[in-house]
């Protein structure tokens, strides 16, 4: 298989390949780790390439049999590796010594595992720059950013060295470097998949699994294969299709009623490219026979600053319990040497929260979400802008300084949508639909009652169908 053939193939078509016995595992792996050798000096997305890919059995069944694939170095444990979350302090942590759930459903997928993607360190910001490992570059114009905190995993698959890739969600960070890549990237409904056995309930259920793709009908496949709680999950996984996620786009989805809306805080500006790109989609959709009409949100001006307290106060929070747990395996507590500024502010403001303060914010954000669910009463899906506008050139969230209010401001601001769906719980997917005039993608976020992630897919596919997604220019020059 040449460099040509693998890229012009998703994860599904290669597994089928690969099942024809048209090419093998071996073949695909050595175009993969020729696209890498290529692409990766100049994106910087991958952060620990393995000699060897992680064992996986072989049975023609596996719907991604043989593919290459990466994990994001947070979130997805891997028997025998490091996790570092991009944190010099982290690092010093011995490898693991078993697979997560949801790193064993990768494998029994098929995925070939040939590394670990980067990220901002410990996933708290939109951009991927962190100070251990480096920026990402993004694949449609290296001078601009990945978009966070799944970055590494985006740029890659942008620029063709993996058909999909590990990401995780906890404020966007599936969907926000998704769209500043030009990539599928799905949301799922809260509980969906597993995060097991190391943990259970990450920021208090705003943080999903899931992964970025370059197609639907991969994101379909990869959901329906590692989809469902795992024992002891605090949550209970919605009810997937009988015959999976990529079968019911085999079928034509419901004509549906999709609502517009682009509200935002004060401090919000949404470039008129983000405004095009949603009145575009809108169209687009109402020519395939969606009902389609502006919608106010259920709530008031004031709540749409929930989601910014809530994921502040979480990650506050969280970054102090975990510094007592990790000082306790490590023998020490993290200083300005092993951790970025921002981070060790974030664990300082949890400190000094009370526990008055952390229950507010759950209340506040549960209360949100009753209100935000009155919505589903006229709308069946809302359409929303997927962020403020494209990707920003590097350096734009810095993270050398203290104030983490205003960390989370300038991040939500960029992102101004895709929170929502964190604090809601509720499934949420981003789709590109056009170009910026300086080339960079442009994207729209949907999303819709919690556990219908299908419908969110059926009509990304009928997106994807009636305006084909492009590839960005990288990938293009390594075909």
């Not at 890919?53 to 049999?65: C, D, I, N």
């Not at 007592?324 to 000094?352: C, F, W």
């Not at 442009?442 to 009636?466: H, K, P, R, Y």
Request: with cysteine.
């Amino acid at each position: 298989m040449n460099r040509a053939d693998y890229l012009a193939q998703d994860g599904v078509g290669l597994a089928d390949l690969i099942r024809r016995r048209q090419v093998s595992a071996g073949e695909v792996l050595e175009a993969a780790r020729d696209v890498i050798v290529a692409a990766n000096p100049q994106t910087n997305a991958i952060i620990d390439q393995f000699s060897h890919p992680a064992e996986v059995p072989t049975e023609a069944s596996m719907p991604f049999l043989g593919v290459p694939f990466l994990l994001k170095d947070i979130g997805g444990a891997l028997k025998g590796a490091r996790t570092t979350g991009a944190s010099r302090y982290l690092a010093k942590l011995p490898p693991v010594e078993t697979d997560d759930e949801l790193t064993a459903r990768f494998k029994r997928a098929g995925l070939r595992i040939l590394g670990k993607t980067n990220l901002p360190e410990l996933g708290f910001n939109v951009t991927t720059e962190s100070a251990m490992f480096g920026p990402s570059r993004n694949p449609w114009n290296l001078a601009h950013s990945t978009g966070g905190s799944s970055g590494g995993s985006a740029a890659a698959v942008a620029a063709g060295m993996v058909p999909m890739a590990h990401a995780t969600d906890g404020a966007g960070s599936i969907r926000i470097p998704a769209a500043a890549c030009g990539l599928v990237g799905l949301k799922p409904s809260r509980g969906a998949l597993p995060q097991g056995p190391a943990h259970a309930d990450i920021y208090a259920g705003l943080v999903s699994e899931g992964v970025v793709s370059r197609t639907v009908r991969d994101s379909a496949a990869a959901l329906y294969a590692i989809y469902g709680a795992d024992a002891g999950a605090p949550y209970g996984a919605p009810t997937s299709p009988a015959a999976g996620f990529l079968d019911a786009l085999s079928r034509p989805g419901p004509r549906l009623r999709i609502g517009i809306n682009h509200q935002h805080l004060e401090d919000v500006v949404l470039a008129p490219e983000a405004l095009l790109a949603l009145e575009d989609a809108a169209r687009l959709l109402a020519d395939l026979g969606h009902h389609v009409a502006p919608i106010a949100l259920p709530i008031t001006e004031d709540d749409l600053n929930v989601p910014r307290r809530v994921y502040l106060g979480q990650v506050c929070a969280q970054a102090a319990a975990d510094a007592i747990e990790l000082g306790r395996l490590i023998g020490q507590a993290p200083n300005s040497a092993e951790m970025e500024l921002i981070n060790l502010a974030a664990l300082e403001a949890g400190r000094r929260m009370t526990a008055a303060d952390y229950l507010a914010g759950i209340r506040a954000g549960q209360a949100f979400t009753r209100q935000m669910a009155l919505l589903w009463d006229d709308v069946d899906v809302l359409l929303t802008p997927a962020l403020a506008g494209p990707a920003p050139k590097l350096g734009a969230f810095p993270t050398d300084h203290d104030d983490v209010e205003l960390h989370v401001a300038r991040m939500l601001r960029f992102s101004p949508f895709t929170a929502t769906y964190n604090v809601t719980g509720e499934p949420a997917i981003t789709v590109p639909v056009l170009q910026s005039a300086a080339g960079l993608p442009v994207g729209i976020q949907l999303a819709t009652v919690l556990g219908n992630d299908v419908v969110l897919l059926q009509l990304a596919q009928e997106i994807e169908a009636a305006r084909p997604f492009a590839r960005s220019p990288l990938l293009r020059q390594l075909a």
